[in-house]
């Protein structure tokens, strides 16, 4: 990954993409500017939360956890709309999570073995609908709420697996509990997630939500979640 | 009666979904499971929708708020650490009348690489090129390096002043590399690195989730990168018509052998060449030819011994000529073809 924290004069001018002269209003222009002074405040707010957070959780890498920080404030900046985002700190961290997650060995592995069998092509991931991106919020916050309702070791051990990346058997090394028993309460807390899951949308009417095919699994999140 | 008997099917298959997704992300697969499960995924749609159910979840977890409480408890919980590289090991052996002081270096190190830079430049010099099914594509990078893709593969180039960085991200690319003594040229894919800096050789993502690397020409080094920079890295060089491969995590399989070139880089001329290649490995190669994607369903046959020479003009005749001499039959549906062994002839 590339470091590239050197000194340039305009913060992230050099990235916002400049409005063809016949579309060019002041309107834009002032969005432009509150946009990239919004990315730059958030920057010089977070950066250094984010990377400890990265440290402690992730090690010094690889990937190093301040590559992955700027990766995910790049992304984040990229974004059409980063001000419509109700705690973009939150966001660049899960962007951050996504990045780091996809360097970890065995999740690659067997992320790269569902997709081949799921047949899911990642390249189209890039190209979300309206819909697709509403059905994906829908769907987030339904898995938000249903988290809150495992036991603490379920919560647990289901994101030490999803989220910190351990295999089972460094989820034993590092609570003590047996084998059987992690895979016994992941297989618990997966159940919940997916019968409320399940539960909201046949609940839902929308079409959209209905549709359940291996194409709508690739688009349906945005790819700084895939991991 | 029949109700309740398909609402308990139906709730056995999401209980085998969802322990073969958490299977499969334990960390500890065999082939022999994931063959297991490539049958039961493709045995029906009820299969495979229960799996994808399972799987958005999964996903969906990521992107939550959840996610992001846990680990800013997760790193409260942990017992802080100094940030540690493997080239500073040594301050952990160091002798005791030097801990004040190697305490003091780190102190500054931890203050110096996490100081918040003022500025932070975007660089968009990050550029994906893919390749269509079905033929090969070769671009020339900015820094004069051709690069060859085999169908349907794709790469991340990065270059930039310091270094040329390319991501293999599917598929399989021949390298032809300009020489330049500043800027170390490398292609990383899993947990593998290969690093030079002007030389021809071949990365390919092979059967088994396994990389493939094939030198024609210079010097090689391929190292595994290890995770969490948590053990020193390994580094084997490889001369030309040398080849390594390595599993998933970088690990390096068999150690070096050698090739024939002309059968190895024979897809570079839009010519296919195997000579006792089992079956999966040519099907492999043949996916990046043919828009209907080809599996094999039947792990029995997986090794059946290939002997064949075609262009990626002739693959549909290959398909049919294989048919014609081997106890397989191709069964064509909707979005793929599916190789399966007949059982009544041997073989």
């Known amino acids: 990954m590339n470091k590239a924290l050197s000194n340039v004069p305009l913060f992230f001018n050099s990235d916002v993409k400049e409005p063809s002269a016949k579309s060019a209003t002041i309107h834009t222009l002032k969005t432009k500017s509150a946009k990239t002074q919004t990315i730059d405040t958030l920057f010089r707010d977070h950066w250094l939360d984010v990377c400890r957070l990265l440290h402690k959780c992730y090690g010094s890498g690889p990937p190093e956890p301040e590559d992955v920080a700027q990766e995910a404030f790049s992304r984040f900046a990229q974004m059409n709309n980063p001000e419509q985002i109700h705690d973009p700190k939150a ?29 899911i ?10 819909e697709r991106i509403l059905q994906s919020e829908q769907r987030i916050h339904v898995i938000q709420k249903a988290t809150e309702q495992l036991t603490d070791k379920q919560r647990d051990i289901l994101m030490r697996a999803r989220i910190k990346g351990q295999t089972y058997a460094q989820i034993a090394a590092d609570t003590g509990w047996s084998l059987a028993d992690i895979c016994r309460q992941l297989n618990t807390a997966m159940s919940v997630l997916e ?33 | 009666m029949t109700d309740q008997h398909n609402e308990n099917q ?28 490539v049958i039961w995924v493709n045995k029906n749609d009820v299969n495979r929708q229960a799996f994808s159910q399972s799987y958005k979840v999964w996903q969906t977890i990521g992107a939550t708020d959840s996610s992001v ?41 931890v203050n110096n690489s996490f100081q918040a830079p003022k500025t932070m430049k975007v660089t968009a010099s990050e550029i994906v090129f893919t390749s269509p099914i079905g033929e090969n594509k070769t671009v020339t990078l900015s820094d004069g390096t051709a690069v060859t893709l085999a169908g349907n593969s794709s790469i991340l180039v990065d270059i930039n002043q310091h270094e040329r960085r390319i991501s293999l991200r599917k598929g399989s690319a021949y390298f032809d590399v300009t020489h330049d003594s500043e800027r170390v040229f490398s292609v990383s894919a899993q947990h593998t690195e290969v690093r030079v800096r002007g030389t021809a050789f071949e990365v390919e993502y092979s059967t088994d989730n396994e990389l493939k690397i094939s030198v024609q020409r210079g010097l090689v080094d391929v190292a595994d990168l290890p995770e969490y920079g948590s053990k020193d890295e390994k580094v084997v060089q490889l001369h030309p018509n040398q080849q390594l491969r390595a599993d998933i995590h970088g690990a390096f399989v068999n ?22 290649i089992p079956l999966k490995n040519v099907i492999v190669d043949i996916n990046r030819y043919v828009t209907k994607p080809i599996i094999v369903s039947d792990e029995s046959i997986n090794h059946l011994p290939i002997t064949a020479s075609f262009t990626f003009d002739q ?29 009544d002839k041997p073989y």
């Open chain 1, 91 to 119: 966001y660049i961290i899960k962007i951050a999570i996504n990045i780091t997650l996809k360097s970890i060995g065995h999740l690659c592995k067997a992320r790269e073995f569902i997709t081949e069998q799921l047949q």
């Open chain 2, 10 to 37: 139906a709730n056995t298959v999401k209980d085998q979904a969802r322990e073969w997704l958490i299977y499969l992300y334990s960390g500890e697969t065999t082939q022999k499971k994931r063959d297991e499960f």
């Open chain 2, 69 to 109: 409480e846990w680990l800013a408890q997760y790193a409260i919980r942990k017992p802080a650490s100094l940030p540690t590289k493997k080239s500073k090991s040594i301050l952990t052996k160091s002798a005791l009348w030097l801990s004040g002081i190697a305490a003091s270096a780190l102190f500054l190190v």
């Open chain 2, 315 to 343: 693959i549909d005749s290959v398909l049919t000529g294989l048919v014609a001499a081997y106890p397989i039959k191709l069964t064509e549906e909707v979005n793929r073809t599916v190789i399966t062994k007949i059982n």
């Open chain 2, 255 to 276: 150690g070096v052998t050698n090739f024939d070139p002309e059968t190895e880089f024979s897809w570079l001329n839009s010519l296919l060449i195997y000579d006792n």
């Open chain 1, 195 to 227: 019968a409320i899951d399940e539960e909201s949308s046949s609940n839902n009417n929308d079409k959209l939500v209905k549709n359940t095919s291996s194409n709508s699994l690739a688009s349906a999140l945005p790819d700084e979640y895939k991991s």
């Open chain 1, 121 to 130: 092509d990642e390249d189209q991931v890039d190209t979300f609908c309206p």
